[in-house]
């Protein structure tokens, strides 16, 4: 969706105009688990269905590896919302799904991390 047709959904003063459990056809409770740090990125596969305007934009917005909370962030839905979404498309096999990233126990840091995020820093300064 664009910003031109995304305003036409918004309202400064009220928020989104569709309401999010709209949005989802009533479902707080997804058909799988997601983490908020939950990596999700599209297949390539589009639904043989036309789903809706909000799962064509999970779409787009997931040709790069995307987490569950930028996800929503993005959407500007709540996140049980995006899950619901998230997993009728991954049913559908237009998204998969990757863990989170965890450190292992016995490395309680990785130094290219912490490189990573010290070179950014030094970027925004």
Excluded at 31 to 55: E, I, K, M
Excluded at 95 to 117: C, I, K
Aim: include cysteine.
């Amino acid at each position: 969706m664009t910003d031109a047709q995304d305003e036409a959904w918004l309202d400064d003063e009220a928020g989104r105009l569709v309401r999010p459990y709209t949005v989802s056809n009533g479902r707080t409770r997804p058909s799988a688990h997601f983490d908020l740090l939950t990596q999700v990125v599209a297949t390539g596969t589009r639904p043989n269905a036309y789903l809706g305007p909000d799962y064509e934009q999970v779409l787009d917005l997931c040709g790069v590896p995307l987490s569950v909370a930028e996800v929503a962030a993005h959407m500007r839905l709540p996140a049980v919302i995006t899950k619901v979404l998230l997993s009728d498309l991954v049913q559908h096999d237009a998204l998969t799904t990757r863990a989170p990233h965890v450190m292992r126990a016995g490395s309680p840091t990785d130094r290219n991390l912490l490189e990573a995020v010290l070179n950014g820093l030094r970027k925004r300064l």
